[in-house]
């Protein structure tokens, strides 16, 4: 089974409280060898205060692979990666997924599976930026992730690199949380988006944007942290404050 295909998440609201199931958090120790885990989590909207940005490559260029940590202050961060289902024996090609090869996922887990697999096992040099949203902005960015999330479980979709994207996706949920912003041409060459979230200042820019990519690196700490209970904390270690 590759790292992403199985169950599926899902998510009740209660009141301020969300419970989600198919939380996944497996144990590897190659990129192709892993332990299964999912667990069920809990988070109270009234705790959630940021969002942080990732951004990895399979190789560095303008094409990359984006996704996003919901920051709580009394639990760990909640990743959620909107990712592709390949079969069993391929890999993603980003021309099939313009003619309906793959199957859309959203993949709920924690920071030390979906960020470790990438950092740790399959060498991907992968970028931290924490974003200026207010609080209120996560709450509602997360809530239509959770509607989103419960749709393809009962409607499957199909990814595709132009129109249903991991970052065409996140542009286009945070336009109906609130955001404000045309389209540009880094939201489909994503593995510029850092860029494009400097200059629209969502991100750092009391250093240059050099220095805070140098910074926003975080490959080396996540290693060093492998496996760690407090792997969050670590890999945000050099990172300028919000």
Known sequence: MAPGSGCHAAGVIDGDR???TGVRDFDYRSRNDFTVRYEEREVQLSHLKAIDFYVSYFMEGP?????LSFM????????????????????????????????LIYVVGTERDLVGVR???????TYLYRLNSSAGDARRLLLVYLERINQL????????????????NIVRYANAAGRGGRLDIRHLLNGLIDSYLYQSGRINT????DELRQRSLINL???AADGAPDFSERIRASLPPR
């Open 221 to 223: 700490a996540a290693q």
């Open 153 to 168: 479980a009962d409607h499957p979709e199909f990814y595709h690199l132009l129109t249903n994207s991991c970052t065409i």
């Open 119 to 125: 950092t740790n096992h399959r060498n991907e040099p």
């Open 206 to 209: 009391d250093v240059s944007f």
């Open 72 to 103: 709580f202050d009394n639990v760990p961060p909640l990743t959620i990666s909107i990712e592709t289902r390949p079969e069993i024996g391929e890999g993603f090609a980003p021309i099939a997924s313009m003619f309906k090869q793959f199957e």
């Open 63 to 67: 094409v990359g692979h984006t996704f």
């Open 18 to 20: 969300v419970r989600f």
